[in-house]
């Protein structure tokens, strides 16, 4: 493993950098001085790298400031053959006497064979996810789709609302895996024309439950099993499987949620049929902080009224 030690100034320009380059990057200290910002890194990384240079640099401002913070970046850097390699950057910035910064130091090291194991893992992940989705459209066809609409949703509503797009791919396979559970409902229950039981309503709500203890011990990086768990939840606790409230729902479980009512109503279904996209959208305005929350139900509501969102396969 090779760590490299380095200093720059405020603009990312580097001002030493320790002779272990040469076994990092395949070039000399000189030569690694010489090149520029834009000859290192791909320009939606330098983006990146800049933006959060201007982060750490508004939170100056602050009074309150931690002077000792250190932030970690991990990017792509061009080696000197051209190559990219992954690398993790853990910055902190210089100051002088006064404590106001001059310049940043840190240290760089190769985490490419990291990168690499775990996008096979993701990879692996998501090839698993899609078998589990076609093996519960398989024993209920009726609503075969269902879960890869839900996910593309989901995922619509969430990137609306600026999470990071590791969270939004995060919530994205929970759409995909949401009634997984459903896989313990009879079949015959799950394809039934007529209105079911009580007892068979109660059958069916087990389902998340389910869905909990099958995923529960998928290490995938994100609280899976929990947010499974969690997707038929309410916000004033009418929901089930636990009759959780308001912030004890966690923020992906409230986005699955309406993101699933809206396609479950929008499509046919053995016992009804399709009530249509615009009375789904009328009962998550109405029960607006209610059932569902009203953040996500304001992003759900201007993705199809404004710009034009479809449920697609």
């Known amino acids: 493993m090779t760590d490299v030690v380095w200093t720059a100034d ?13 076994r990092l990057l395949g ?4 030569e690694h001085l010489e090149r520029n910002m834009e000859d290192k890194f791909p320009p939606e990384d330098l983006a990146r790298i800049h933006s959060i240079m201007a982060e750490e640099m508004e939170k100056e401002k602050a009074p309150d400031v931690d002077r000792e913070r250190t932030r970690l970046i991990e990017a792509r850097h061009y080696r000197a053959d051209g190559s990219l390699i992954w690398i993790s950057m853990h910055m902190s910035l210089i100051r ?6 001059i310049g940043i130091q840190g240290v760089t090291r190769d985490i ?7 996008e096979k893992l993701r990879k692996a992940l998501q090839t698993t996810i899609e078998v589990l989705t076609q093996t519960v459209e398989r024993r209920d066809p009726y609503t075969a789709g269902h879960q890869r609409r839900v996910a593309g949703l989901a995922g619509a509503i969430a990137s609306e609302m600026g999470f990071d797009q590791e969270r939004v791919e995060a919530i994205r396979v929970a759409g995909y895996v949401h009634d997984i559970g459903k896989i313990s409902v009879p079949s015959e229950i799950l394809s039934k024309p007529g209105k079911l039981s009580d007892i068979e309503k109660n059958i ?33 606790g009418s929901g089930y499987p ?8 966690l923020i992906e479980a409230r986005i699955l949620a309406v993101a699933d009512v809206v396609e479950a109503m929008a499509s046919y279904r053995p016992y009804r049929p399709a009530l249509g996209i615009d009375e789904a959208l009328d009962e998550i305005e109405k029960n607006r902080g209610t059932l569902y929350e009203p953040q996500v139900v304001d992003v759900c509501l201007s993705l199809f009224r404004e710009k034009g969102y479809e449920l697609v396969e």
């Open 96 to 101: 002088d006497d006064n404590g106001v910064p």
């Open 204 to 236: 069916i709500r087990e389902h998340p439950q389910s869905g909990r203890d099958i995923l529960r011990d998928v290490d995938s990086g994100i609280p899976l099993a929990e947010i499974i768990y969690q997707h038929h939840e309410r916000l004033d």
């Open 112 to 118: 490419t064979r990291r990168v690499e194991v775990e």
């Open 10 to 22: 405020l603009d990312m320009r580097t001002t030493y950098i320790s002779p272990s380059i040469e």
């Open 242 to 249: 636990r009759g959780l409230e308001g912030e004890d729902i």
């Open 27 to 30: 070039e000399s200290v000189g």
